[in-house]
């Protein structure tokens, strides 16, 4: 294996970071800090390239549109971060992730799991992802109808931390 | 992106292997290691601060009520750490989390997701939780019977390692 | 605390990255890179016990055997590592786990928890796996035909991308 610096330790820790603060702002629908992780002219293939943008904005303007709803509520984790240093500002990443998404306004859940791959840049001292996509393993889609008893018991924003929708 | 140093890089180490001991006790049900993990006037606000908690005891007493039967099953995870160190012996902690319980007593799964927020404390040379709390993005709870052929197929405290129920 | 150096961060490291790469290879069925990640002697007791084995090959038959089809999905991910560096080439490792298991060809779904319990060597240079091996929280099974509605809509080999089957 290659001999591996306190340098190298310390940037694939801020890479992480960046990945971390990018699904915090995912779920938690932080548009403006999200816009800080990304470069300009970021790149994002979103499951295996059928949603595909080019430029930050046109990735925030999706990310908005598409999740952006207070009853679109999700789970998004990354795991397993394989991140490979190529330059002393660049570097690539992959990762496994998993996802949960609860649609109530069209009364469906979507589970999934799958890779991505990233690309991340330095600039000005700071990581910042370049390009990002996934490809899935595997998703799957089910009507919560279908699911008799089913009930959204908490949301963070419709229940303002209480633990009961009803509460 | 603020330099950070070996020791910087130790510490924000130890923090996580504290959060990971704190869940293998949580869900293996090791109440007295638990114990070890925690300062005795730790403060506990779960489900957004519908259960609070002030001290180790009364913490230890909620946690071993409410998830110390061996027909409750769960698995608790964290992910995406954003470790800051605040100074030498203070730090806090953001991680996102997802839950999976099962209640075979009253025939319901819950699953949910959300956000830990946590202070740690450094104590004769040991960090220590100090606080921890989270709020949920979304938590759902669905009867085990309206999925009908559903079965428990593993336990840890009922097949002793075997891989069936019924084996 | 222990005090941690340099030398071990890097070693602790270089096992996550071996873990994560197995598991990478698991769910993306690439069972010649997997090969390169255990020792010819690698002593596997999946599912408390009940599928053990001895030698790569059979490790790796079985893989291949039980998760090969591409009508089996599959999602595990590794939470929590709680590694421990016994010797300059020997450590241990604990982790949670979580699977999610979808068979078409048996229209079902097994989803399920647990802990991994791994010894690494570190042989030429290079941290290998020498025994790995969990034991389950709980496991839960499913018919896909008991959800009405339920439908795979991606699919790592089936949709080469594509985010529908249909698409």
Redesign the interface.
């Known amino acids: 294996?290659p001999d591996?610096t306190?340098d190298d330790?310390?940037a694939?820790?801020?890479i992480e970071?960046l990945?971390?603060?990018y699904?915090?702002c995912l779920?938690?629908k932080r548009w403006e800090e999200m816009e800080t992780l990304l470069i300009p002219d970021v790149e994002a293939t979103y499951?295996?390239?059928?949603?595909s943008f080019s430029g930050r904005d046109a990735v925030l303007d999706f990310l908005q549109r598409s999740m952006g709803a207070e009853s679109f509520?999700?789970?998004h984790?990354?795991?397993?971060?394989?991140i490979r240093l190529t330059s002393a500002t660049d570097a690539t990443g992959?990762w496994?992730m998993?996802d949960?998404v609860?649609m109530l306004d069209f009364d469906i859940t979507?589970?999934?799991?799958?890779?991505y791959e990233d690309r991340y840049v330095r600039q000005n001292?700071?990581?910042l992802i370049a390009a990002t996509g996934y490809?899935?393993?595997?998703?799957?889609?089910?009507?919560r109808a279908?699911?008799?008893?089913?009930?959204?018991?908490?949301?963070?924003w419709r229940?303002?931390?209480?633990?009961?929708l009803a509460?």
């Open positions: 294996m591996i306190l330790l310390v694939i820790h801020h970071q990945k971390y603060a699904f915090r779920d938690q499951s295996g390239g059928t949603n509520h999700s789970a984790h990354c795991h397993h971060p394989e992959t496994a998993e949960t609860i979507i589970r999934g799991a799958g890779f001292g700071r990581w490809k899935r393993l595997w998703e799957e889609l089910a009507p279908s699911t008799e008893g089913l009930q959204l018991t908490a949301s963070w229940t303002d931390g209480r633990s009961s509460g």
